[in-house]
Structures are given as C-alpha cells and as structure tokens.
C-alpha cells in the first residue's frame, strides 16, 4: 500500500492542530477563576464608545490587527523599546492603529481584581465582541484562555495585514493564509459599515478610479486633498457610520465602496453574489460575520503554560 500523501499528512496534521486550539480554548476559561472578567470588560466598552463612538471600531480592529500577525496573541499591543521593536511602527499600524489607553484601562481594573489571570489577548477578543454589540451589532461566544506572546514581529505587520489596495484574488490569499475561507473575507469585510479611513489609503480611489459614485468621489475629495492630508478621516460608511448593519454592502452595490479593496466585493467577480445577499439579508451577514469572528480569534492562539500573562499589555513582564 502506498504512503500517504505528503499533503494529505499535512491536512491532517493542520485539522488536529485547529481542534487541539478549539479544546484548549473554552467560553468559560474565566468562570471560577476571574468571574467579573467579561462584565468589566463590557463595562469599560461601552463606556469608551459613549465618549467616542468611533472607539468601537478602534478596538475591533485591533483584534484583527492582532490576530492577522502570528495569530491572537497580544503582539500588536506591545511597545517600542531600545532593544525591542514591535508591531506599532508597521506600515498599516503607524498612525493609523487607537484603543490602546482603553486596553490600559481594561487590564488595570482587572489586574486589581484578579492579578495575572485574565491575557491582554483575551480582553482584546472580548472587547472586540463588546463593541459591535454596543453598536447595534451581533453576538457571539468568545472562546477564552489564550495567553500573552513575549515577541513581536513588524516584518510579518507589513507583509499579512491586508493592504486596502488588494484586488479581490489578494484578498482571497491573504486570509486563505490565515485559514480563513473567501465567504470569511466577505463577511469580516463588513466590520468596514463602521470606522474610518485615512486619506492616504483612498486618495488614489477617488482620483484616479472610475468604478466609484461620482458624488461619493467628490464629498471624499473635499477632505482629501490631491497632494497633502494623508491623515484626514472620512468614514468607511458614510450612511450609518456609527451603526453596525449591511449598510456597507449596501454602499458597495452603488459603487460606494470608500476603499479600492472594498469595491472590490462587488466589481463582477466571485464576491458579488455573497456582497448582494448581504446587502438585502442582514441577518445572513451577521450570522456570517459572528462565525468568522470565532474563527479569526482562533488564529494560532498560545495556550497552556507558553507565553505569558501580561501585567501590563505593553510590554513583557
């Protein structure tokens, strides 16, 4: 009998690896040990976005910021030091990445409360949760008990975060690298019905593009400048900015998609029909969303006694 297939072996090894993650994972990994842990988290969300609605997007990102650079670890929170250099200084981080103090806050109150149990990686899971809650989005079951990284890598920051230059085929592979499959990408791609975008990452979208609304165009051009504002912000969804619904594939449908790599969910390729479906089926895209969520947060997670739990988010203890 012939052996198996090298790449059969690798299938399998890859499927045992995702189900030792999920049993090592667990909904209630906090229960008996830091039992407010989840409320205090919820809490100190809800009352971020209340000073600022834009901070629920801040800290959803985040998580996916994190997770995207060797999995759900932390990394993305850690400092720049003399002899250590993190992920903050990447080129889709740099001036572009915020929540950090409301992580700060999240992890003082629980250090007071249960010292060196709940990860800095966890509370970003969570609050990523909380605050598309609390934007009048879905719920679903965090699973818990991942523990902090004690490195970081700007190398993979630049190279694996998604680019909002991608073409549909580069947003396919980058989280297909990620285990994540192109109806995930789609879904997860709604996170965009809120949060804002830096000129910089549209300016050529709106000059140079003919596949955009030509109002749209002009209302983003007013804010950025041909040659000066890389900074500026203009909202991901101009129609519900602060609101967590479909309104973005609504937008994408009249080609008012704000990022080239938005538009390119609905340009007459393989992600037109799932963008139409969920511009008319909200709950479709949320149930969508909610499972790509669980998956996402299930990217190479450290586990058991590796890694660390943190002190404080921003650097090693």
Not at 53 to 81: K, P, Y
Not at 171 to 197: C, E, P, R, V, Y
Not at 235 to 244: G, K, R, V
Request: aromatic share 8%.
């Amino acid at each position: 009998m012939a052996s198996p297939k090298p790449f059969a072996c690798s299938a399998i090894a890859l499927l045992f690896a995702a189900n030792l993650v999920s049993a090592q994972l667990s909904a209630n990994f906090y229960d008996k040990s830091c039992p407010n842990a989840l409320p205090t988290i919820r809490i100190a969300v809800r009352s971020a976005i209340a000073r600022e609605n834009r901070m629920g997007a801040s800290l959803l990102r985040l998580h996916f910021h994190d997770c995207f650079v060797n999995g759900c670890d932390g990394s993305v929170l850690l400092d720049d030091t003399p002899t250590f250099t993190g992920e903050k200084t990447a080129a889709p981080n740099n001036n572009s990445l915020r929540g950090f103090d409301v992580i700060d806050n999240i992890k003082a109150h629980i250090e007071g409360i249960c010292p060196q149990v709940v990860s800095c990686a966890d509370i970003l899971a969570v609050a990523a949760r909380e605050s598309v809650v609390a934007l009048g989005g879905p719920t679903w079951v965090v699973q818990l008990g991942r523990r902090d990284s004690t490195t970081a890598s700007l190398d993979t920051a630049n190279n694996d975060i998604p680019a909002p230059t991608f073409d549909l085929g580069d947003l396919t592979k980058s989280f297909s690298n990620k285990g994540l499959s192109a109806t995930d990408m789609i879904a997860l791609s709604g996170a965009h019905t809120i949060g804002q975008a830096r000129c910089v990452n549209f300016r050529n979208r709106i000059y140079s593009e003919t596949n955009i609304d030509t109002s749209l165009a002009t209302s983003l051009k007013s804010n950025c400048p041909n040659t000066t504002g890389d900074n500026n912000i203009s909202p991901l969804d101009a129609s519900t900015p602060y609101a967590f619904d479909n309104f973005y594939y609504k937008n994408l449908l009249n080609k008012k998609g704000v990022l080239h790599s938005d538009q390119q969910l609905f340009n007459g390729g393989s992600a037109d029909s799932q963008t139409t479906t969920y511009s008319s089926n909200m709950a479709t895209f949320f149930t969508d969303f909610s499972a790509a969520m669980v998956k996402m947060g299930n990217i190479n997670p450290i586990t058991g006694s590796s890694g660390q739990i943190r002190k404080n988010c921003r650097k090693v203890n």
